[in-house]
């Protein structure tokens, strides 16, 4: 075995067996003198092709990355790729790898002469999917190194991959050999409760991630119709057998939960605030007599809350006896004295006056007004303005402006609007 530097990465030699060293650098004897020392890298299988990964740092970039083994021993060995069209296959050299050129009939190629062909094994259309009650499913295969009595379909979108009635995602490589894909529970910021999942590719730089369960359910089933999801029938994210799988609606999965005991309700719930004890106590104060503003003041929460435990509709199965959901009452309108009204408009009050006083607001005022016949069309309550002024008011109020009065004032002692003042002095005026 022998190593050679890898162009590009300082401090990293590649051998010919396949393994990977780095440079550690570290003083020798306690003094300041500096030796080298050269350690084998770890290796991983996080590669979606199955190829074994080591993780590099980059000091020209100031950040690690992820290369595969078999590209880091073919540039130090080999060289450079000749041409994106070259891929690193098996071969007769000292480090057991040669680059190899794509041509077109070759299943990954995807140059620009073939875009559309799918990427990994190239599988006929007739191939790919069948028939079966109306419904597009994945076609039947064949995988040897498979479970006896397991029937094993292709994903209809991804033909290189099959899904078993077990539960299980197989690849198929160039050669045509059946290989079984072990998925990964991917836990992500924004999934933090993850399925098994595997990375299905599309294209040659287009690799998505899908759940296991999906897939089992469109090779064998058929495409999941349109608002619904796929049930787990026992609540078992980790069994993807297909008679524990069935297409349904997001409420039926919901009950499903339920029937099998993994819905925690009431004090068992992750996000509840209050015990079934508290629960009980919050009832029986509320039967005694004790309003909900209270409750809720009491207990530190809103009184929507204490209504929800009072009703039932939360910790239904906590002790104490609920009064059940009551249907919202509709408000009532404000009712007025119409005669009450109009005497007291007709001898001189404000609409807003009579408003305040009997508390509601002007519009029920106005309207009540225009109902009645003995109300003058003139003094009635038209685009926001205020009824005509007597010539005894509009002398009064230019008496107050000669005194000094500002026109707020002399409007709040008349129990007029400041507009109302504004028109008056400039009447006077005229």
């Given at each position: 075995m022998h190593r050679k530097e890898i162009p590009g990465f300082t401090g990293y030699?590649?051998?010919?067996?396949?393994?990977?060293?780095?440079?550690?650098?570290?003083?020798?004897g306690g003094g300041k003198a500096m030796t080298d020392e050269w350690r084998e890298v770890a290796q991983h299988n996080t590669s979606r092709q199955g190829h074994k990964t080591v993780s590099m740092w980059v000091a020209e970039a100031g950040k690690s990355k992820?290369?595969?083994?078999?590209?880091?021993?073919?540039?130090?060995?080999?060289?450079?790729?000749?041409?994106?069209?070259?891929?690193?296959v098996e071969g007769d050299s000292p480090c057991g790898l040669v680059y190899r050129r794509r041509t077109?009939?070759?299943?990954?190629?995807?140059?620009?002469?073939?875009?559309?062909?799918?990427?990994?094994?190239?599988?006929?259309?007739?191939?790919?999917?069948?028939?079966?009650?109306?419904?597009?499913?994945?076609?039947?295969?064949?995988i040897p190194?498979?479970?006896?009595?397991?029937?094993?379909?292709?994903?209809?979108?991804?033909?290189?991959?099959?899904a078993g009635t077990d539960g299980t995602i197989w690849r198929q490589d160039q050669a045509g050999d059946w290989h079984s894909v072990e998925p990964a529970m991917i836990v992500r910021p924004d999934k933090p409760n993850p399925y098994p999942s595997v990375e299905i590719p599309f294209g040659k730089a287009d690799w998505r991630e899908r759940r296991v369960h999906q897939l089992v359910m469109q090779a064998h089933v058929g495409p999941c119709p349109e608002g619904m999801q796929v049930r787990h029938l026992n609540?078992?994210?980790?069994?993807?057998?297909?008679?524990?799988?069935?297409?349904?609606?997001?409420?039926?999965?919901?009950?499903?939960?339920?029937?099998?005991?993994r819905s925690q309700p009431?004090?068992?719930?992750?996000?509840?605030?209050?015990?079934?004890?508290?629960?009980e106590e919050i009832r029986l104060k509320h039967a005694s007599g004790t309003t909900r503003r209270e409750l809720a003041k009491e207990y530190g929460t809103h009184k929507r809350t204490i209504g929800k435990m009072v009703c039932g509709t939360t910790y239904q199965k906590a002790p104490g006896k609920t009064i059940g959901s009551t249907p919202r009452a509709k408000p009532q309108r404000a009712r007025v004295d119409t005669e009450e009204v109009v005497q007291r408009y007709l001898a001189g009050e404000t609409q807003q006056k009579i408003a305040d006083s009997?508390?509601?607001?002007?519009q029920l005022i106005n309207r009540v007004l225009k109902t009645?016949?003995?109300?003058?069309?003139n003094n009635k309550h038209r685009g926001g303005q205020e009824r005509k002024l007597t010539a005894e008011a509009v002398a009064q109020i230019q008496s107050l402006a000669d005194e000094g009065w500002a026109k707020t004032a002399i409007a709040a002692k008349m129990g007029i609007s400041r507009m109302s003042v504004y028109r008056a002095l400039g009447k006077a005026k005229e």
């Open positions: 030699e590649a051998g010919s067996d396949g393994t990977i060293w780095s440079c550690w650098r570290r003083k020798f992820t290369c595969a083994v078999r590209t880091l021993v073919a540039l130090a060995h080999l060289g450079p790729r000749p041409s994106r069209r070259h891929e690193i077109r009939l070759d299943a990954t190629y995807r140059g620009k002469y073939d875009r559309k062909a799918p990427y990994g094994t190239q599988v006929p259309e007739n191939e790919r999917t069948e028939l079966v009650g109306g419904v597009k499913i994945g076609k039947e295969v064949d190194a498979g479970k006896q009595g397991v029937t094993y379909r292709r994903v209809p979108r991804c033909p290189s991959r099959a609540d078992v994210k980790t069994d993807n057998r297909l008679e524990n799988l069935a297409y349904g609606t997001p409420a039926e999965n919901g009950r499903d939960k339920v029937a099998n005991e009431g004090e068992l719930h992750w996000n509840a605030k209050f015990t079934n004890a508290q629960v009997m508390h509601v607001a002007r009645d016949s003995r109300v003058p069309d």
